[in-house]
């Protein structure tokens, strides 16, 4: 019997999906990939692509079909029904934060589900939408199994001096410590240097996740030591909507100010980042379309604190090896990664104009003595290696 395995990457406003077949030699093979997109606004969509990028849907929703997670989760599973013709066998989740307990995926049961809810207090915007498809799937095929992946387990290899905050031990002891995230990208990116750039695949290298959430990571011999994230996925590099390193007593003064807690929240992660500084939009492709001032001075900006985590990445490790640019804007946006690299100029680091403009996969100079290189993640894939991982080893069908 063909083993299939689901793999169910859910968002607060979309969630994404890809279909792999276990062939020989345990290898995944995709063979359907899309994304219900614009959850809780007017104009929700459902696509679908098959193994060779093919359309198989491109649905227009009413906005009453989409408009919360679960009605979402609805529609996505009466057209995945329809489409597989039968459940797959084994789902794999992405999971944003798995605390200091998991560090590695786990079988979900019910006591491993209460665990992550309890979790919600450290990712509140992020977790609750995670496990939402954990709990339908659950109620309506009982047996099927699913898998927890996180995206703090990769870090669990940083030292302690990366992981704490210089706070008293009692705040530590309760979980208050950097965690770092995108660590089913980042882990995706070590198991494919080997193949992409084997010259730094050993080294101390920083791979940089820059998308709609951003964040920056120092690995030594494929390992995480050390990630500009830390407690929360607010920290660290400046992105779409939220602002990254802030000096937290901004926090308190906007409290004192009479803001809510629920006004600083959405700030913080809605009305900030690039959206805040540009007046515009937090989309790197609307800034970079645009003439503004303020659309520049935002991708100036982002670019100006990018370098300076590159820096202090590199003093983490005590030298630099490579840099590995990921996810949507670090593969695709090629003024985003020259803006930064010109900045890491001192280090180094010089591109290659006309590698860059067609995306790598090396995009430095020759005469740079750091490589440079664009390496496309696939966190779904990650997740199915994960899951297929698991159940091999506890003997599932």
Known sequence: MTRTILVVNAGSSSIKFQLFEVGPAAALLRRLKGRLEGIGTEHPRLLA???????????????DQAATGEAAQ?????????????????????????????????????????????????????????????????????????????????????PELARRFAIPESLYQKGVRRYGFHGLSYEFIASRLPAVAPEIAKGRVIVAHLGSG??????????????????STLDGLPMG?????????????????????????????????????????GDVRDLLASPLPAAVMALEYF??????????????MGRLDGIVFTAGVGENAAMIRAMICQRCFWMGVKLDAGRNVIHGPRISAPASTVPVYVIPTDEEQMVACHTLALLDAAGAP
């Open 303 to 316: 670019a100006y604190h990018t370098a300076q985590a590159f820096a202090a990445l590199a003093s983490s």
């Open 214 to 231: 951003a964040s920056a990571c120092a690995m030594v011999g494929g390992r995480s030591v050390d990630s500009t994230m830390g407690f």
């Open 241 to 281: 909507t939220r602002p990254g390193q802030l000096d937290p007593g901004v926090v308190l003064y906007l409290a004192r100010q009479g803001m809510a807690e629920w006004e600083v929240e959405h700030l913080l992660y809605h009305d900030s980042g690039l959206r805040g500084l540009s007046g515009l939009s």
């Open 49 to 63: 692509w098959d193994e060779k990028d093919a359309s198989l849907a491109d649905l227009t929703l009413q906005p």
């Open 74 to 158: 609805a529609v996505l599973g009466r057209w995945l029904a329809t489409h597989l013709g039968g459940p797959p066998s084994a789902v794999g989740h992405r999971i944003v934060h798995g605390g200091s307990e998991f560090t590695k995926p786990v079988l979900i049961d019910e006591a491993v589900l209460t665990r992550l809810e309890a979790l919600v207090q450290l990712a509140p915007l992020h977790q609750p939408h995670n496990l939402a498809p954990i709990r339908s799937i659950r109620s309506r095929v009982p047996q099927l199994p699913q898998v927890a992946c996180f995206d703090t387990a990769f870090h669990a290899s940083m």
